[in-house]
């Protein structure tokens, strides 16, 4: 197992096991409790999938960079496009928007896009 992966691993546990604990050291600290929890299963889980998925290779290469960088100016694009139609939807009346329905659906858009951008561009084989 590569050094990084297993210091991620033990900081993961570290984080959750804290956050375990918090609430029976403090009064109060239940957000933070979950926060921590949170943040050390994502980082318990996402140090296994990389161990699991690349173990001892390199994890990325100029392809792989090249593939991920095309990606996310693709999603970067398409996230300004959905905005511009976005804000006109709301400037004509057609729809009223809250600002969390705004952020929520660009978080999503943006993450999601990436990867599929990054998946096709994988699929696709050279890029440009």
Do not use: C, N
């Not at 161990?51 to 300004?80: C, N, V």
């Amino acid at each position: 197992m590569k050094r990084r992966y297993a210091i991620q691993i033990a900081a993961g546990a570290v984080l959750g096991a804290a956050g375990l604990l918090l609430p029976f050291l403090a009064d109060g600290m239940e957000a933070l409790s979950s926060l921590l929890v949170t943040i050390g299963l994502v980082l318990l889980a996402v140090a296994a999938v990389r161990h699991w998925r690349f173990r001892d290779e390199p994890e990325k290469d100029e392809r792989t960079q090249k593939i991920g960088a095309y990606g996310i100016s693709y999603s970067w694009f398409l996230t300004l496009v959905f905005l511009a139609i976005l804000f006109w939807v709301d400037y004509l009346g057609v729809l009223a928007l809250t600002v969390e329905s705004v952020l929520l659906a660009t978080i999503l858009l943006m993450g999601l896009s990436a990867r599929i951008f990054q998946w096709y561009f994988f699929r696709q084989g050279d890029v440009a």
